[in-house]
Protein backbone atom coordinates (compact mmCIF):
# COMPACT_ATOMS: atom_id res chain seq x y z
CA UNK A 1 0.00 0.00 0.00
CA UNK A 2 0.76 3.46 -1.05
CA UNK A 3 2.35 5.72 1.82
CA UNK A 4 0.99 9.39 2.71
CA UNK A 5 4.00 11.39 3.07
CA UNK A 6 4.08 14.86 4.37
CA UNK A 7 7.20 16.87 3.10
CA UNK A 8 7.21 20.76 4.71
CA UNK A 9 9.59 23.05 5.73
CA UNK A 10 9.23 24.60 8.83
CA UNK A 11 11.47 27.64 10.83
CA UNK A 12 13.82 26.54 14.07
CA UNK A 13 10.58 27.83 15.98
CA UNK A 14 8.25 25.99 14.66
CA UNK A 15 6.34 27.99 11.23
CA UNK A 16 5.96 27.03 8.16
CA UNK A 17 5.37 30.75 6.78
CA UNK A 18 5.93 33.85 8.50
CA UNK A 19 2.41 35.93 9.54
CA UNK A 20 2.16 37.20 6.06
CA UNK A 21 2.75 33.95 4.51
CA UNK A 22 5.87 34.92 3.50
CA UNK A 23 8.59 31.66 3.01
CA UNK A 24 11.45 33.77 1.97
CA UNK A 25 13.22 32.58 4.46
CA UNK A 26 13.53 29.10 3.01
CA UNK A 27 17.42 28.18 2.81
CA UNK A 28 16.83 25.74 -0.51
CA UNK A 29 20.45 25.75 -2.42
CA UNK A 30 21.16 23.30 -5.67
CA UNK A 31 22.01 20.46 -2.82
CA UNK A 32 18.70 20.93 -1.26
CA UNK A 33 16.61 21.07 -4.58
CA UNK A 34 18.26 18.25 -6.03
CA UNK A 35 17.53 16.30 -2.75
CA UNK A 36 14.04 17.42 -3.65
CA UNK A 37 13.67 16.32 -7.18
CA UNK A 38 14.94 12.74 -5.71
CA UNK A 39 12.92 12.02 -3.22
CA UNK A 40 9.20 13.78 -5.40
CA UNK A 41 10.59 12.57 -8.85
CA UNK A 42 9.31 9.05 -7.29
CA UNK A 43 6.18 9.93 -5.88
CA UNK A 44 2.78 8.97 -7.18
CA UNK A 45 0.88 12.11 -7.12
CA UNK A 46 1.03 15.40 -5.20
CA UNK A 47 -1.55 16.31 -3.31
CA UNK A 48 -2.16 19.59 -2.26
CA UNK A 49 -4.61 22.00 -0.69
CA UNK A 50 -5.53 25.11 -2.86
CA UNK A 51 -3.29 27.75 -1.71
CA UNK A 52 -0.61 25.62 -1.80
CA UNK A 53 -1.70 24.30 -5.81
CA UNK A 54 -2.03 28.11 -6.33
CA UNK A 55 1.47 29.54 -5.08
CA UNK A 56 2.93 26.03 -7.18
CA UNK A 57 1.40 26.75 -10.30
CA UNK A 58 1.85 30.05 -10.63
CA UNK A 59 5.34 29.25 -10.73
CA UNK A 60 6.06 26.20 -11.88
CA UNK A 61 4.70 25.33 -15.02
CA UNK A 62 7.21 27.69 -17.18
CA UNK A 63 10.23 27.99 -14.90
CA UNK A 64 12.45 26.35 -16.52
CA UNK A 65 11.60 28.42 -19.94
CA UNK A 66 13.70 31.46 -18.10
CA UNK A 67 17.57 31.23 -18.24
CA UNK A 68 18.05 32.11 -14.87
CA UNK A 69 16.43 29.03 -13.66
CA UNK A 70 18.99 26.48 -12.26
CA UNK A 71 19.35 23.27 -13.07
CA UNK A 72 17.54 21.81 -10.21
CA UNK A 73 14.63 24.17 -10.15
CA UNK A 74 14.20 23.62 -14.05
CA UNK A 75 14.14 19.57 -12.98
CA UNK A 76 11.70 20.68 -10.73
CA UNK A 77 9.25 22.69 -13.25
CA UNK A 78 9.19 19.16 -15.02
CA UNK A 79 8.34 17.01 -12.15
CA UNK A 80 6.07 19.36 -11.19
CA UNK A 81 4.47 19.68 -14.21
CA UNK A 82 4.01 15.80 -15.34
CA UNK A 83 3.15 14.68 -11.62
CA UNK A 84 -0.59 13.96 -11.30
CA UNK A 85 -2.03 16.47 -8.88
CA UNK A 86 -4.91 15.94 -6.24
CA UNK A 87 -6.47 19.58 -4.98
CA UNK A 88 -8.50 19.61 -2.40
CA UNK A 89 -10.62 22.42 -2.54
CA UNK A 90 -14.46 23.75 -1.96
CA UNK A 91 -13.55 26.96 -3.94
CA UNK A 92 -11.29 25.91 -6.86
CA UNK A 93 -13.43 26.11 -10.14
CA UNK A 94 -10.21 24.66 -12.72
CA UNK A 95 -7.17 23.20 -12.62
CA UNK A 96 -4.32 22.44 -15.12
CA UNK A 97 -0.88 20.44 -15.73
CA UNK A 98 -2.43 17.03 -14.92
CA UNK A 99 -4.25 17.72 -11.86
CA UNK A 100 -7.92 16.52 -10.13
CA UNK A 101 -9.97 18.73 -7.92
CA UNK A 102 -11.40 16.91 -4.99
CA UNK A 103 -14.10 18.57 -2.99
CA UNK A 104 -13.42 16.73 0.37
CA UNK A 105 -11.02 14.68 2.56
CA UNK A 106 -13.12 11.48 2.54
CA UNK A 107 -11.25 8.90 4.29
CA UNK A 108 -12.59 6.11 2.53
CA UNK A 109 -11.55 7.90 -1.10
CA UNK A 110 -7.82 8.69 0.68
CA UNK A 111 -7.62 4.59 1.53
CA UNK A 112 -8.92 3.39 -1.96
CA UNK A 113 -6.35 6.04 -3.45
CA UNK A 114 -3.67 4.81 -1.25
CA UNK A 115 -4.62 1.40 -2.38
CA UNK A 116 -3.60 1.84 -6.00
CA UNK A 117 -0.64 0.88 -7.43
CA UNK A 118 2.54 3.45 -7.84
CA UNK A 119 4.47 5.32 -5.57
CA UNK A 120 3.85 7.26 -2.52
CA UNK A 121 1.70 10.34 -1.78
CA UNK A 122 3.62 14.05 -1.76
CA UNK A 123 1.41 15.58 0.87
CA UNK A 124 2.00 19.77 1.02
CA UNK A 125 0.29 22.55 2.59
CA UNK A 126 -0.20 22.68 6.55
CA UNK A 127 -3.92 23.10 6.09
CA UNK A 128 -4.41 20.41 4.16
CA UNK A 129 -1.82 18.45 6.66
CA UNK A 130 -3.92 19.10 9.38
CA UNK A 131 -7.40 17.34 7.76
CA UNK A 132 -4.72 14.44 7.02
CA UNK A 133 -3.87 14.49 10.50
CA UNK A 134 -7.55 15.05 12.06
CA UNK A 135 -8.18 11.47 10.03
CA UNK A 136 -4.96 9.95 10.65
CA UNK A 137 -4.11 9.55 7.43
CA UNK A 138 -0.31 10.44 7.48
CA UNK A 139 2.25 7.55 7.45
CA UNK A 140 5.42 9.55 7.33
CA UNK A 141 6.66 13.00 8.13
CA UNK A 142 9.87 14.72 6.10
CA UNK A 143 10.06 17.33 8.24
CA UNK A 144 12.79 19.88 6.62
CA UNK A 145 14.19 22.95 9.43
CA UNK A 146 15.83 25.53 8.58
CA UNK A 147 18.27 27.86 10.61
CA UNK A 148 16.39 30.16 11.23
CA UNK A 149 13.97 31.70 14.03
CA UNK A 150 11.25 33.96 12.65
CA UNK A 151 9.53 35.01 15.53
CA UNK A 152 5.72 34.53 13.67
CA UNK A 153 4.05 33.24 11.88
CA UNK A 154 1.67 29.98 11.73
CA UNK A 155 2.78 27.12 13.03
CA UNK A 156 2.96 23.69 11.28
CA UNK A 157 1.04 21.62 13.90
CA UNK A 158 -1.90 22.80 15.18
CA UNK A 159 -3.11 22.25 18.83
CA UNK A 160 -4.81 19.08 19.37
CA UNK A 161 -5.84 16.24 21.85
CA UNK A 162 -4.57 13.55 19.43
CA UNK A 163 -1.52 11.89 20.03
CA UNK A 164 0.39 9.68 17.51
CA UNK A 165 3.77 8.26 18.04
CA UNK A 166 6.48 7.99 15.74
CA UNK A 167 9.74 6.47 15.23
CA UNK A 168 12.94 8.27 14.62
CA UNK A 169 13.60 6.56 10.40
CA UNK A 170 16.19 8.85 9.72
CA UNK A 171 18.20 12.37 9.99
CA UNK A 172 20.50 14.32 7.61
CA UNK A 173 22.19 17.73 7.34
CA UNK A 174 22.71 19.61 4.66
CA UNK A 175 25.29 21.90 3.88
CA UNK A 176 23.20 25.20 4.30
CA UNK A 177 22.19 23.96 7.51
CA UNK A 178 18.56 22.67 7.10
CA UNK A 179 18.15 19.28 8.83
CA UNK A 180 16.16 16.59 7.61
CA UNK A 181 13.60 14.61 10.48
CA UNK A 182 12.20 11.68 8.80
CA UNK A 183 9.83 10.11 10.90
CA UNK A 184 7.29 7.24 10.63
CA UNK A 185 4.39 5.99 12.42
CA UNK A 186 5.58 4.07 15.39
CA UNK A 187 4.25 0.49 14.47
CA UNK A 188 4.99 0.78 10.95
CA UNK A 189 7.59 -2.20 8.79
CA UNK A 190 10.88 -0.64 8.25
CA UNK A 191 12.32 -0.95 4.70
CA UNK A 192 14.96 -3.38 3.96
Known amino acids: MRKIILMMSVSLDGFFEGPDREIDWHLVDDELHRHFNDQLRTMGAF ?7 ELMAEFWPTADADPSTTAPMAEFAGIWRDMPKIVYSRTLKRADWNTT ?15 QPGGDLALGGADLAATFMEHDLIDEYRIYIHP ?7 PLFPTSDARTTLRLAETRAFGNGV ?14
Open 148 to 154: VLIGRGR
Open 179 to 192: VLLRYERAGAPSPG
Open 101 to 115: IVRDVVVDEVMTLKS
Open 47 to 53: LHGRFTY
